[in-house]
Nanobody, 122 residues
Framework: QVQLVESGGGLVQAGGSLRLSCAAS????????MGWYRQAPGQQRELIAS????????DYSDSVKGRFTISKNIALNTVHLQMNSLRPEDTGVYLC???????????????WGQGTQVTVSS
């Protein structure tokens, strides 16, 4: 059974930083591309970051490019999202997911976490 468990969310002031973690079990993160979606209130779910199976290739939405960094810790089987220069519009539930492929450009989301809330105050 695959489980993805997010942690690290919380309340932060604008301009601050948070580091989200996603602990995986039942899959090996070095075998799959992984990513993060953001679900903001009243908005469609937005794909914000992806990383290939080995970690060499990453992709970001324009809304977070230059501020967020996705990474993997292969030894711990975890995925991380470092979020800097946070803005109120970054508020939402952040969901970790696994693709059905080692390539984010050729895969589709298959495994999902429950999400962690991030709230950025102005």
């Amino acid at each position: 059974q695959v489980q993805l468990v997010e942690s690290g969310g919380g309340l932060v002031q604008a301009g601050g930083s948070l580091r989200l973690s996603c602990a995986a079990s039942g899959i090996i993160v070095s075998h799959y591309a992984m990513g993060w979606y953001r679900q903001a209130p009243g908005q469609q779910r937005e794909l914000i970051a992806s990383i290939s199976n080995g970690g060499a290739s990453t992709d970001y939405s324009d809304s977070v490019k230059g501020r967020f960094t996705i990474s993997k810790n292969i030894a711990l089987n975890t995925v991380h999202l470092q979020m800097n220069s946070l803005r109120p519009e970054d508020t939402g539930v952040y969901l970790c997911f696994g693709y059905d492929s080692g390539s984010w450009s050729m895969g589709r989301p298959k495994y999902w976490g429950q999400g962690t809330q991030v709230t950025v105050s102005s």
